[in-house]
C-alpha cells in the first residue's frame, strides 16, 4: 500500500472502491472527484469508529458504488453508497454486527447519519446532511423492511 492510496492512517482508497461484482461484470469503480472527497470525510469518521472499537480492523464489505453497481446488485436507488458517505463492515475482532451498532449507537461523541444493524454487516453512512439514526434492517422475500433502534 502506497500513501498515495491513503485515504486516512488506516483505510485506503482500494477498500472502498472494490467489490467482486464490479470486477466480475467489468464495471468501472473509478470515483469522481465529488466522490473522492466524500470517501476521503467517509473515511476519517471511519478512523472515529475504530477508535471506538479499541482499533479493531474494519473489514469493508462495500464501499463506493457506482451506478452501474448499485444497480447491478439491487441496492437502493438512492442509497449513500452512491455518493461514497456509506459503508458496510465487520469487524470481528471487536465483537459480531449486532455488538457494534450497538456501540456506535452509544457513543454520542460519534457522528453520523446512519447506523443501520444489517444481520450479517453493519450498515454506516455519513452524509453530512442526514440526521443520526439507528436501525435494525429486516429481510424477507422481495421486501427489506427497518424498525427503530438495535433489535
Ligand atoms: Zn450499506
Not at 461484470?25 to 467517509?42: C, G, N
Request: proline content about 6%; some cysteine.
Amino acid at each position: 500500500m502506497t500513501e498515495l492510496d491513503k485515504l486516512s492512517p488506516n483505510f485506503t482508497l482500494e477498500e472502498f472502491i472494490h467489490s467482486d461484482t464490479a470486477m466480475r461484470l467489468s464495471i468501472d469503480q473509478t470515483p469522481s472527484p465529488l466522490v473522492l472527497q466524500a470517501l476521503t470525510a467517509t473515511a476519517k469518521q471511519l478512523e472515529g469508529v475504530r477508535d471506538l472499537l479499541g482499533n479493531a480492523p474494519i473489514y469493508i464489505s462495500s464501499g463506493y458504488r457506482s451506478y452501474a453497481l448499485n444497480k447491478a446488485i439491487g441496492g437502493s436507488p438512492n442509497s449513500d453508497h452512491l455518493d461514497g458517505w456509506a459503508v458496510d463492515f465487520t469487524a470481528p475482532r471487536y465483537g459480531n454486527p449486532q455488538q457494534i451498532c450497538k456501540a456506535i449507537a452509544n457513543a454520542y461523541s460519534l457522528s453520523f447519519s446512519q447506523c443501520i444493524y444489517e444481520g450479517r454487516w453493519v450498515h454506516i453512512s455519513f452524509r453530512p446532511t442526514g440526521k443520526r439514526q439507528v436501525l435494525t434492517a429486516h429481510f424477507a422475500p422481495g421486501k427489506t423492511t427497518y424498525s427503530e433502534g438495535i433489535a
